[in-house]
């Protein structure tokens, strides 16, 4: 009779008052991951965890430091981690940082790069001695599934090293699909950049980025890449060229990257390369003709004032590009001239002007430019970093202050004039028109409170205020006419 009771007992749902306290355990686990299962992270820091892991199937993040000499494991251990992952359809990264790797461990990581849902293998700051490198190839050779993210970062691989990743990428061939690789400060020199580059121009076509930053690349070396890149691909967006010994050919090659738009790019990094007078124009001539780019790293290439004024010539003829950086450039006065562009250009969004050397005088003529021309400009800037200048921190909180408003203030406005033409629709009103039909575009012009709007088909859009006079509107429809008849 005890039994029973006791069985009876075991059977019972636990108590109500629990269950908060269990789903308050288990939801973020839900919704840590797309579909509702959070992925499996196996990290572990010696060779026979890293190779239990590797046995034991159920892991999908598999990170590791392995901080000692990887050889020191059993042959057996090495054999059975080999063998089950012939049939793992788990694992979707791999990311050994870090760490030394000897050469029964590049069996293994060859192994497993054919493991067909592996997506990213990130082997950053890990030493590839040429034995193990070769092992590891073996893998991407013979893999046959796509590969989203291949991470080099400080491997020492040079252009020997480079080269057997060249071959290893044409042999893998257009299934592998690889979409972001990074090879920076990878020791890669002209030789190596020249092979590389052969290779891109065959494919792969799917690569979205490429960053080899920190390579003695110079002026043969980055032309060579850029020609590859153009020839095959047409998806490129991410092009990181931080420190590679950029000069006059290097500078060409990218401003005619630029104007002739033969590539997508969005974010180009350029920072720590030191660019003369002549080199700014030439690069300023390509973001003058660019469609695309829509962040540009300037940061450390001794513009100084001068650079910086070529520079904002530019963007006047430039309507893409929303992050511009431009820190440890010893830019003082030009910060001024650089504004005032910014504000008739309309795009920009973030200006990063940290560790430069605008003093008080130099901020307090930005705050009475931002005072007198934000609210009648177009602009959307919304940050400017003056971190670590010479000038007092109250400069950069008013500047902040002045954007943060005048976002507000488009943002209510905006808000008003779609309540405004919901109304308009409800009682059938005309909603266009009000002050004419801009030809070219077919979009309507009206004032509302003082405020030229633009009205597309999208969205309405709050161009500038009446009080400048002639409206900063492209168009043709804006002036004259100046009745408030849609308020």
């Given at each position: 009779m005890?039994s029973?009771?006791?069985?009876?007992?075991?059977q019972?749902?636990?108590?109500?008052?629990?269950?908060?306290?269990?789903?308050?355990?288990?939801?973020?686990?839900l919704?840590?991951?797309p579909?509702?299962?959070?992925?499996r992270?196996c990290k572990?820091s010696?060779?026979?965890?890293?190779?239990?892991?590797?046995r034991?199937?159920?892991?999908?993040?598999?990170?590791?430091?392995?901080?000692?000499?990887?050889d020191?494991?059993?042959?057996?251990?090495?054999?059975?981690?080999?063998k089950?992952?012939?049939s793992?359809?788990?694992?979707?990264?791999?990311?050994?940082?870090?760490s030394?790797?000897?050469?029964?461990?590049?069996?293994?990581l060859?192994?497993?790069l054919q493991?067909?849902?592996?997506?990213?293998?990130?082997l950053?700051?890990?030493?590839l001695?040429?034995?193990?490198?070769?092992?590891?190839?073996?893998?991407?050779?013979?893999?046959?599934?796509?590969?989203?993210?291949?991470q080099?970062?400080?491997?020492?691989?040079?252009d020997?090293?480079?080269?057997?990743?060249?071959?290893?990428?044409?042999e893998?061939g257009?299934?592998?699909?690889?979409?972001?690789?990074?090879?920076c400060?990878?020791?890669?020199?002209?030789?190596g950049?020249?092979?590389?580059?052969?290779?891109?121009?065959?494919g792969?076509?799917?690569?979205?980025?490429?960053?080899?930053?920190?390579?003695?690349?110079?002026?043969?070396?980055?032309?060579?890449?850029?020609?590859?890149l153009?020839?095959?691909?047409?998806?490129?967006?991410?092009?990181?060229?931080?420190d590679v010994?950029?000069?006059p050919?290097?500078?060409q090659a990218?401003?005619?990257?630029?104007?002739?738009?033969r590539?997508?790019?969005?974010?180009?990094?350029l920072?720590?390369?030191?660019?003369?007078?002549?080199?700014?124009?030439v690069?300023?001539?390509?973001?003058?003709?660019?469609?695309?780019?829509?962040?540009?790293?300037?940061s450390m290439?001794?513009?100084?004032?001068a650079?910086?004024?070529v520079?904002?010539?530019?963007?006047?003829?430039?309507?893409r590009?929303?992050?511009?950086?431009?820190?440890?450039?010893?830019?003082?006065?030009?910060?001024l001239g650089?504004?005032?562009?910014?504000?008739?250009n309309?795009?920009?969004?973030?200006?990063?002007?940290?560790?430069n050397?605008?003093?008080?005088?130099d901020?307090?003529?930005?705050?009475?430019l931002?005072?007198?021309?934000l609210?009648?400009s177009?602009?959307?800037?919304?940050?400017?970093?003056?971190?670590?200048n010479?000038?007092?921190p109250?400069?950069?909180?008013?500047?902040?202050?002045l954007?943060?408003?005048?976002q507000?203030?488009?943002?209510?406005?905006?808000?008003?004039?779609?309540?405004l033409?919901?109304e308009k629709?409800?009682?059938?009103?005309?909603?266009?028109?009000?002050?004419?039909a801009?030809?070219?575009?077919?979009?309507?012009?009206?004032?509302?409170?003082?405020?030229l709007?633009?009205?597309?088909?999208r969205?309405?859009?709050v161009?500038?205020?009446?009080?400048?006079?002639?409206s900063?509107?492209?168009?043709?429809?804006?002036s004259?006419g100046?009745?408030s008849?849609?308020?």
């Open positions: 005890r029973t009771v006791a069985s009876s007992k075991q019972q749902p636990p108590p109500l008052h629990r269950l908060p306290l269990l789903v308050l355990l288990v939801l973020p686990l919704l840590s991951v579909g509702g299962r959070a992925a992270e572990c010696n060779p026979a965890a890293f190779l239990v892991y590797a034991a199937g159920d892991c999908e993040v598999l990170h590791a430091t392995l901080a000692d000499m990887s020191n494991v059993f042959r057996s251990d090495v054999q059975q981690a080999l089950a992952l012939d793992n359809n788990k694992i979707t990264e791999i990311r050994l940082i870090r030394v790797l000897g050469s029964r461990f590049g069996q293994v060859g192994k497993a493991i067909s849902s592996l997506r990213v293998v990130d950053s700051h890990t030493p001695p040429l034995e193990v490198w070769e092992l590891v190839l073996a893998g991407l050779r013979a893999r046959r599934h796509p590969l989203d993210s291949l080099l970062t400080n491997t020492g691989l040079g020997v090293g480079v080269h057997r990743l060249s071959e290893a990428l044409a893998a257009p299934h592998l699909q690889l979409r972001h690789l990074n090879l400060s990878s020791s890669l020199e002209h030789g950049a020249v092979r590389l580059a052969a290779v891109l121009a065959q792969p076509a799917s690569l979205r980025t490429i960053d080899l930053s920190a390579n003695m690349l110079g002026d043969a070396g980055v032309p060579a890449v850029l020609d590859g153009v020839q095959h691909n047409t998806t490129l967006a991410t092009v990181k060229l931080h010994q950029c000069g050919g290097c500078v990218i401003a005619e990257l630029l104007g002739n738009n590539l997508p790019i969005a974010e180009l990094g920072s720590k390369n030191p660019l003369d007078l002549g080199e700014v124009q690069l300023q001539h390509g973001l003058a003709r660019n469609k695309h780019l829509l962040s540009l790293d300037l290439c001794a513009l100084g004032n650079g910086v004024d520079l904002a010539a530019g963007l006047a003829s430039n309507h590009l929303q992050t511009l950086r431009l820190s440890l450039n010893a830019i003082s006065t030009s910060a650089l504004v005032q562009e910014i504000l008739k309309g795009h920009l969004q973030a200006l990063d002007l940290s560790y050397q605008l003093n008080d005088q901020c307090e003529q930005l705050v009475q931002l005072e007198d021309k609210d009648y177009e602009t959307v800037l919304s940050r400017v970093d003056l971190y670590r010479p000038a007092q109250r400069f950069g909180e008013k500047i902040t202050e954007l943060v408003a005048k507000r203030r488009d943002a209510r406005l905006l808000a008003e004039v779609r309540e033409i919901a629709k409800r009682a059938g009103d005309a909603v266009g028109g009000m002050l004419g801009d030809a070219h575009s077919k979009d309507n012009f009206f004032f509302h409170k003082g405020y709007v633009r009205l597309s088909d969205a309405p859009d161009l500038t205020s009446s009080g400048d006079g002639s900063s509107s492209s168009s043709g429809g804006g004259g100046g009745s008849s849609s308020s």
